[in-house]
T-cell receptor
Framework: NAGVMQNPRHLVRRRGQEARLRCSPM?????VYWYRQLPEEGLKFMVY????????ESGMPKERFSAEFPKEGPSILRIQQVVRGDSAAYFC?????????????FGPGTRLLVL | AQSVTQLGSHVSVSEGALVLLRCNYS??????LFWYVQYPNQGLQLLLK??????LVKGINGFEAEFKKSETSFHLTKPSAHMSDAAEYFC?????????????FGTGTRLQVTL
């Protein structure tokens, strides 16, 4: 059973461009979480999605960031007009039921570098 | 609001020595507690978690942690360090009530194992 997959693993963008990060959850998982890890910091929650629904986006910046998890296909984290401060590792996690005691399984991350 | 404090951003131990990584949480209600490990340029892997039941939890790779409600702590230990334990370790909490299912992470402790 394949784990959580993220692509690309590394992404380089110039300031003002758009970044699209993809996450395919573990097979059968319908709950997806996005986290951001800035250099030398822990992971910070961004958004929690269930198929076709955003459940909690309390950690998402108000502007330029959006996320979706369509009925078919991977979850997408989209960053418009990237700035240098967006450089970070972005991790996706998935779980089966979304229960609070349940394990979230993490992908390998996408490392975004904004030049 | 919940928070997690990991004392010591860097810990160095000799191979074969005891590993002790500290984690304290702040929460109005005892949360669910997790320890994750991150190897360089990889995602996070669950080491162990406490949800209910026995307060001493055993995880993978010989690690264990004890939930102490009176001390609001969930320290991670391993009796004998191995070179392969060198990694970054993150303590995380999740609320047991309400709809939010996000993990709140500490800033991490980088473990170095020396010969």
């Amino acid at each position: 059973n394949a784990g959580v997959m993220q692509n690309p693993r590394h992404l380089v963008r110039r300031r003002g461009q758009e970044a699209r990060l993809r996450c395919s959850p573990m097979k059968g998982h319908s709950h997806v979480y996005w986290y951001r890890q800035l250099p030398e910091e822990g992971l910070k929650f961004m958004v929690y999605l269930q198929k076709e629904n955003i459940i909690d986006e309390s950690g998402m910046p108000k502007e330029r960031f959006s996320a979706e998890f369509p009925k078919e296909g991977p979850s997408i984290l989209r960053i418009q007009q990237v700035v240098r401060g967006d450089s970070a590792a972005y991790f996706c996690a998935s779980s089966l039921f979304g229960d609070k005691g349940e394990t979230q399984y993490f992908g390998p991350g996408t490392r975004l570098l904004v030049l | 609001a919940q928070s997690v404090t990991q004392l010591g951003s860097h810990v160095s131990v000799s191979e074969g020595a005891l590993v002790l990584l500290r984690c304290n949480y702040s929460s109005s209600v005892p949360p669910y507690l997790f320890w994750y490990v991150q190897y360089p340029n990889q995602g996070l892997q669950l080491l162990l978690k406490y949800t209910t039941g026995a307060t001493l939890v055993k995880g993978i790779n010989g690690f264990e942690a004890e939930f102490k409600k009176s001390e609001t702590s969930f320290h991670l230990t391993k009796p004998s360090a191995h070179m392969s334990d060198a990694a970054e370790y993150f303590c995380a909490v999740r609320k047991t009530t309400g709809t939010a299912s996000k993990l709140t992470f500490g800033t991490g402790t980088r473990l170095q194992v020396t010969l």
